[in-house]
């Protein structure tokens, strides 16, 4: 089976990776249509039951990542001029460039072909069957769970919650490690 991935960021190249790892005979191809080193946004925060999930799928991933990481437990939240702590939620961040250097490194180890600054291709005529991915436009099955944008109006009074609450400030403590 041929698998085709449309978009070599961080979801595309870790389905890529992880495609090629199930079934090494696999053909599997991203298409990228930027270079590898663009990137857009700064970093990635990973909470811990992610990462868990990560390290069960891919060790080799999960090990790299984690010499990159800051780590931090408590999270600080001002309301109404009060700080409060919430501690025993686990995270880990990292610079999304460097998650990027780390799996595209992944997909030239286990064989992935990777194409930058290319599109990809509109249609194959070969006659082989080519499975397309594509983590920013795949559809959503009908039976998932969508979050539906809030109706109300967008003034900043309508946007008030009934009960009251409105995030102030969100800031993390210094990583601990």
Same mark, same amino acid.
């Given at each position: 089976?041929?698998?085709?991935?449309?978009?070599?960021?961080?979801?595309?190249?870790?389905?890529?990776?992880?495609?090629?790892?199930?079934?090494?005979?696999?053909?599997? *191809?991203?298409?990228? $249509?930027?270079?590898?080193?663009?990137?857009? %946004? &700064?970093?990635?925060?990973?909470?811990? @039951?992610? +990462?868990?999930?990560?390290?069960?799928?891919?060790?080799?991933?999960?090990?790299?990542?984690?010499?990159?990481?800051?780590?931090?437990?408590?999270?600080?939240? *001002?309301?109404?001029? $009060?700080?409060?702590?919430?501690?025993?939620? %686990? &995270?880990?961040?990292?610079?999304?460039? @460097?998650? +990027?250097?780390?799996?595209?490194?992944?997909?030239?180890?286990?064989?992935?072909?990777?194409?930058?600054?290319?599109?990809?291709?509109?249609?194959?005529?070969?006659?082989?069957?080519?499975?397309?991915?594509?983590?920013?436009?795949?559809?959503?099955?009908?039976?998932?769970?969508?979050?539906?944008?809030?109706?109300?109006?967008?003034?900043?009074?309508?946007?008030?919650?009934?009960?009251?609450?409105?995030?102030?400030?969100?800031?993390?403590?210094?990583?601990?490690?």
């Amino acid at each position: 089976m041929k698998i085709a991935v449309v978009g070599g960021g961080p979801g595309g190249l870790y389905f890529a990776a992880l495609a090629k790892q199930l079934d090494p005979a696999r053909e599997v *191809t991203v298409w990228e $249509r930027n270079a590898a080193d663009d990137t857009f %946004g &700064f970093g990635v925060v990973f909470s811990d @039951e992610t +990462l868990g999930g990560i390290e069960n799928a891919d060790t080799v991933v999960a090990g790299r990542m984690a010499e990159q990481f800051a780590r931090w437990t408590d999270i600080d939240i *001002t309301f109404r001029g $009060r700080t409060h702590t919430i501690g025993g939620q %686990g &995270f880990a961040a990292m610079s999304r460039k @460097e998650l +990027l250097r780390v799996l595209q490194e992944r997909c030239r180890q286990l064989g992935v072909l990777v194409h930058f600054q290319t599109l990809a291709p509109m249609s194959r005529s070969s006659g082989e069957s080519t499975t397309w991915s594509s983590p920013r436009t795949a559809p959503t099955p009908p039976s998932a769970s969508v979050p539906r944008r809030c109706s109300r109006p967008r003034s900043t009074a309508a946007r008030r919650n009934t009960c009251g609450w409105e995030p102030t400030v969100c800031s993390r403590r210094s990583p601990s490690s």
